[in-house]
């Protein structure tokens, strides 16, 4: 099954937008998911982001997590432009800052 690596903001304390606190490592599973474009009703983040994003940098609150996440699960596109998505559920795949983040991703482009 097809999978995407979508980086989501989080602030110090590892806590998203929608107050989902994650863990450093494992599943994560939103469980009152709802299909639609809120973003306080399942997981966010961007799709394939570009380094230099100014909009990335607005939202930079301290960690950023790579999430693995199977491309039928309930990815939602909630703005085509900085490719955000809403998600349901993925795998945590790696968290460090927004650069560290970023080649993580860069370097990950060809695995996934």
Excluded at 84 to 102: C, M, P, Q, T
């Amino acid at each position: 099954m097809k999978s995407e690596l979508v980086l989501v903001p989080l602030d110090n304390n590892k806590m998203d937008l929608s107050g989902y606190i994650y863990p450093e490592k494992g599943f994560i599973y939103f469980e009152d998911f709802v299909k639609d474009k809120d973003i306080m009703t399942g997981f966010f983040g961007f799709l394939n982001p570009v380094k230099n994003n100014s909009y990335l940098k607005k939202l930079d609150m301290g960690e950023w997590f790579v999430v693995k996440v199977e491309y039928s699960n309930n990815i939602i596109f909630i703005d085509t432009l900085s490719n955000a998505v809403k998600f349901e559920r993925g795998h945590i795949a790696y968290h460090g800052n927004l650069e560290d983040s970023l080649e993580y991703l860069e370097n990950k482009k060809v695995e996934v």
